[in-house]
């Protein structure tokens, strides 16, 4: 009998939280943030896993998380309810155009060198999961990235220091500048042209002047690819700081896949507890 009026109690107050949520969300602006980028619905559950992972770090730094058109109103409420900060942004056009239309839009990464009401963010792929504090990441300098396979740098983690002449710069360029991979790893490669020769970046020993680029460690941008090869990690374990699952269509929230990758088990524990909360 007394269930119906508790039902619409329970979700009065999940809206008050949810608004509560929202305005603290937007109230705590930081010079620092933690951003990522979501271009459409499929990913919404790797963003919440990523989310998760980065608080668990018990970081006061903003999460913002940059979205598309193709992202739902769904899928951006329940973003806010986890506490993202939700930036609509359009799509930055693709200038190589001979390549597919599933390429379209990926240039638009470079966005996050606007984000100017920042001072510094810390940029992570969808589909990485922080398992270590990476908030020594926001000392290092103007650009650091991982230089991956064959001396080249992988955009899934990224440290920017925004800047509008950067930005303008970059677009400037974009029409000219080769990229390898369609979209903004090759740019970035050929913007960054010397970044192979970069110094490795040392949280406890920062380097003046402060250099153009500098090289993280595999531990901030661990491959799962990297695991598979070897069926261990080539890296100190308990040193680990993020795990990329950069395996194409294999993603850890198909999770069929567990038997087949060790590292999944790290990230079923944040998603256990969105799905089960
Ligand atoms: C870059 O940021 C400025 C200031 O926020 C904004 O006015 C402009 O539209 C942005 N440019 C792009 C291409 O997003």
Request: net charge neutral; aromatic share 12%; proline share 5%.
């Amino acid at each position: 009998m007394g269930s119906p009026p508790r039902l619409a109690f329970v979700a009065a107050l999940a809206a008050v939280g949810l608004l509560a949520g929202v305005a603290t969300a937007a109230a705590a602006a930081t010079e620092e943030a933690y951003v990522t980028l979501l271009y459409g619905d499929e990913f919404v559950l790797g963003v919440r896993v990523l989310g998760k992972s980065i608080r668990d770090t018990g970081t006061r730094r903003d999460l913002v998380v940059l979205v598309s058109d193709g992202v739902s109103d769904y899928s951006r409420k329940l973003l806010q309810a986890d506490g993202w900060i939700v930036k609509h942004i359009t799509l930055l056009a693709n200038p190589n155009q001979v390549r597919p239309k599933r390429f379209w839009g990926v240039y638009t990464k470079l966005k996050i060198f606007n984000m100017t009401s920042y001072r510094k963010v810390v940029y992570l792929d969808a589909d990485t999961v922080v398992v270590k504090s990476i908030e020594d990441l926001f000392k290092c300098g103007k650009f650091c990235g991982n230089l991956k396979h064959s001396e080249r740098m992988n955009s899934g983690v990224m440290v920017v220091e925004p800047s509008e002449t950067v930005f303008k710069d970059m677009m400037r360029q974009i029409d000219s500048l080769p990229s390898y991979t369609g979209g903004d790893q090759g740019f970035l490669n050929s913007y960054y042209a010397d970044f192979a020769n970069s110094h490795v970046y040392e949280p406890d020993k920062p380097s003046t002047p402060e250099p153009e680029t500098q090289r993280l460690s595999t531990l901030y941008n661990a491959d799962v690819g990297l695991y598979m090869l070897a069926n261990k990690w080539m890296v100190d374990e308990k040193e680990l700081r993020v795990i990329h699952y950069t395996l194409g269509p294999l993603k850890p929230w198909d999770w069929w896949t567990a038997w087949l990758v060790k590292p999944v088990g790290v990230w079923q524990i944040p998603m256990m507890f969105i799905l089960y909360n």
